[in-house]
């Protein structure tokens, strides 16, 4: 088994530094959007596990922008 790049927690603790710190966006964790936040990180997390030569804070950026599109 190929050992992991990252995992959902690092990826779900960047997205809430990325929204909160450096866009300074304020987030409402009810369930749903708490549901939201970790099925985006997993997803980041497995596309960035699954796929050589992708920059992780990249990815994570774009999932970030993903969830600021739905709110």
């Known amino acids: 088994m190929a050992k992991s790049r ?31 936040l970790t099925r985006l990180a997993q997803d980041a997390a497995n596309r960035i596990n699954e796929e050589d030569g992708l920059i992780p804070h990249e990815i994570i950026e774009l999932v970030a922008a993903e969830f600021a599109e739905d709110e």
């Open 6 to 36: 990252i995992r959902q927690q690092e990826t779900l603790s960047f997205l809430f530094t990325y929204l909160l710190v450096e866009h300074s966006r304020e987030i409402n964790l009810d369930k749903i959007s708490l549901f939201k």
